[in-house]
């Protein structure tokens, strides 16, 4: 009697100490989807978590809609900026942004050269667009090709106050200015900026061996392995190339803001931006996404730049 309850107590704390564990911490292993958008600060329906519409009344239950639609997508023959994949949203006009201008590495990158994986995101991180702005919202033959307001009312379900229906929160705003972002748009050069091949594999590029050797154990070892989200699944296959998007989504030689991140990629693995969060007392901050960075890891020893920079 006396064993049998010494064993329930013990499995009771092992089970206890690996709940804390997984709770502090997820591993994504090659093959595992890159999801949990439903879960994220990217799901703007009424089942969302943080922003979203107040209702299906008010909105929609929706999450895809506020980026994708099945059919009459904003690609129309009057809207030429080549928005994708079926893409559901109207955008400021690449002529709207300030891009980043010329590299040290002598790359230049023009206002009108800010391509679809960029306006994408820049279509609600612009602080101009509404998060309502929709080619084919919900229901019945709701199209307006190129995108109009649908009148949604907003909500910050987590202090359950009414919210505007653009990007208010001013660290998302990214804003129309691009030149105090890292280059977007801008052609991958493997010449400059000790950039490495595009045909290196991810998996296999060395973040460790320069650091201190505790690094190796840190984040559940994500530097030594340096698995990123690709085509939805964690890959240890994937190159650089594979990060890289043409201007009108395709694959491409550019790097916009869809090549360090997946929109989809409720990015739990990061442990270091976790406890950044914790000490931030606004509810709604209080659960990050990770940023949505494609690595696993994050942007731990700065895993995400020296991916691409052998610096
Ligand atoms: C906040 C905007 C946003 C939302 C919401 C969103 N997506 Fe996406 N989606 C994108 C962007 C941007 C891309 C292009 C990413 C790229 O270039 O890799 C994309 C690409 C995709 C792709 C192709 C590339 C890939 O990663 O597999 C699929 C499939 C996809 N989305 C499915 C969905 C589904 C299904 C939902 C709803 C559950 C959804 N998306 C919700 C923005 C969004
Ligand atoms: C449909 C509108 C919409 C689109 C399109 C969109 N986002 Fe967001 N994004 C949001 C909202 C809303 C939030 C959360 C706002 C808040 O918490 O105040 C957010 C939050 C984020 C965050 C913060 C996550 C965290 O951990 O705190 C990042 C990073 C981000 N988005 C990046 C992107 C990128 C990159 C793209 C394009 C691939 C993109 N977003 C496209 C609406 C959008
Ligand atoms: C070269 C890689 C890279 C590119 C390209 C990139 N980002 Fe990021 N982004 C990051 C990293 C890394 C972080 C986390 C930075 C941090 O923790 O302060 C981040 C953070 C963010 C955040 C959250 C900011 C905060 O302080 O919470 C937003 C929003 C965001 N990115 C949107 C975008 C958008 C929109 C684009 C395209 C215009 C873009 N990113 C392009 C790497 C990138
Ligand atoms: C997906 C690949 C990629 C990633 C990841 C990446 N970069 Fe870059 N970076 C580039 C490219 C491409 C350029 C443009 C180089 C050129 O043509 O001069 C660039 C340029 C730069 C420049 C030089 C800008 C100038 O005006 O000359 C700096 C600094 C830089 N990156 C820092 C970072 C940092 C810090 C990170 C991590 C937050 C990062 N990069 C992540 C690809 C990347």
Redesign the pocket.
Known sequence: MKRRFAIAIAALCFGLIAAVESNALDTYIPGAPAGNIGNSRHNLGSFGMHVGTMSWQYGTTEICTFCHTPHFTNVGANFAYGLGPMWNRGSSAPTSFTAYGATIGGTTIANTDVGST?LA??SC?DGVTTFDTLANAPGKGRIVQGGSDRGFAFYDFVGSVPVADYMTSA????GLN?TD????SVVYNENVAGLRPTNTVISSIDLTSELNSSATTYDNGNLTKNLWSVRGFISDTATIQNLLRGPYGAPGNR???????DPHFNNKSWQE?DS?YTSVTAQQEGLTNG???RRVG??TGSG??RT?HEK
């Open positions: 960029t995101c820049l991180h660290r998302l705003v990214i691009l972002d890292h280059p977007v790097v916009e803001c869809g090549s360090c991140h931006i950044t940023q949505f960075l994050g942007n995400v730049c691409c």
